[in-house]
């Protein structure tokens, strides 16, 4: 299928003229787990494990097995996965400095019908990893995109975090300069949902202080070493979080997860009035509002119309 009889890349199954009901058949489904024969072609996009081996699903390894070409984030990380599971296979690296050179050679091999496996070094591809312009290329040139999902150390962090899983914001990494991460905050502050973010350790006390600054003191967690010996999660507020780092550093890989903008954490007045004050004579009234709005959790429209005020104050009654 080429990208104009498919302009968005739907799955061919979906677009099938001879089924009514949308469903891949039985045998369909067979072959892109990789339990019947050779896979499908198309595009496999494979969870491997956050730490514990056993979390790999057993449909990841039928592919993992299966796939006529597997590329890898760091080919000699996945081989030791493989070697674990007995797997042999050839390996090709995918990352993110030789994306430019290895998207037409998969084209490619979608093209003249071959089953393409990726995988990262650990977790979900394109989350926080290489992958989504692969992903976006062979959706623009009509190949199938198959999702093998297993561990994503973001819904693991949400999981043991214990705060609302209704509805979350996964923000990633953010920038390692303190002056760029405020803002990266201050532009997701109103989010109406729990917020996700990956750390590293060595930075964790400046982030949480600048989350602390920005987003105010929000019921939060921090997980690390999830699914790993020393996997342990530390929950309150980000104050509360702040002290407990200083006091004890945390080692490896972490997830921090902080709770949405509730009434209780919204500014009260003098809050809005004080940051109106200064974010007004740096950036005039509408990009202040913004800002404010941003960070208050407090309505756009409800903020400017503060900002007027203050930059405007009404005359006062001459009648005296
Ligand atoms: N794609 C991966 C996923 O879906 O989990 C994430 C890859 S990203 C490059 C790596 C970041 O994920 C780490 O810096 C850390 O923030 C988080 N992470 C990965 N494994 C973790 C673990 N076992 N425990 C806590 N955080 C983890």
């Known amino acids: 299928m080429n990208t104009s009889d498919n302009p968005i890349g739907e799955r061919s199954q979906v677009q099938s ?28 996009l494979v969870a491997t494990p ?17 796939a006529d070409v597997i ?43 071959k089953s393409v496996a990726l995988v990262s070094d650990a977790g979900t591809p394109l989350i926080s990893d290489p992958g ?56 997701i502050a109103a989010v109406p949902g729990t917020l996700i973010f990956f750390e590293g350790g060595s930075r964790i006390d400046k982030t949480l202080a600048d989350m602390l600054d ?20 530390r929950r309150g507020t980000l104050s509360n979080l702040l002290e407990g780092v200083k006091s004890d550093p945390p080692r490896g890989e972490i997830v921090l997860i902080i709770g949405g903008p509730d009434e209780e954490h919204k500014w009260d007045e003098a809050q809005i009035d004080a940051a109106l004050i200064l974010a007004i004579d740096e950036l005039g009234v509408k990009r202040a509002a913004a800002q404010v ?19 405007n104050p009404a005359p006062k009654d001459n009648l005296e």
Do not use: W
Request: aromatic content about 6%; hydrophobic content about 40%.
């Open 293 to 311: 709005a941003q960070q208050s959790g407090h309505k756009k429209r409800d903020i400017y119309a503060r900002a007027l005020a203050l930059k």
């Open 71 to 113: 590329y890898a984030e760091d080919t000699r990380q996945t081989q030791k996965l493989l070697a674990n599971f007995s797997i042999s296979a050839a390996l090709t690296p995918y990352h993110d400095h030789n994306t430019a050179k290895r998207i037409p050679i998969i084209m490619e091999q979608l093209s003249s019908g």
């Open 214 to 233: 920005v987003l105010g003191d929000r019921p939060a967690a921090l997980a690390r070493e999830l699914t790993k010996k020393f996997e342990q999660t």
């Open 132 to 187: 989504f312009k692969l992903a976006r290329a062979a959706a623009q040139n009509g190949h199938d995109i198959i999702p093998v999902p297993g561990a994503s150390a973001a819904i693991a962090g949400l999981l043991t975090s214990a705060l609302p899983s209704d509805r979350f914001f996964f923000a990633g990494f953010l920038p390692p300069k303190s002056a760029a991460r405020k803002t990266a905050l201050g532009e």
């Open 50 to 66: 956050i730490g514990n081996l056993r979390d790999i699903t057993l449909r990841a390894l039928d592919i993992l097995q299966s």
């Open 17 to 44: 003229p001879d089924r009514g009901d949308l469903q891949p058949s039985a045998d369909e489904t067979a072959r892109i787990s990789g339990k019947a024969g050779p896979l499908c072609a198309g595009l496999y």
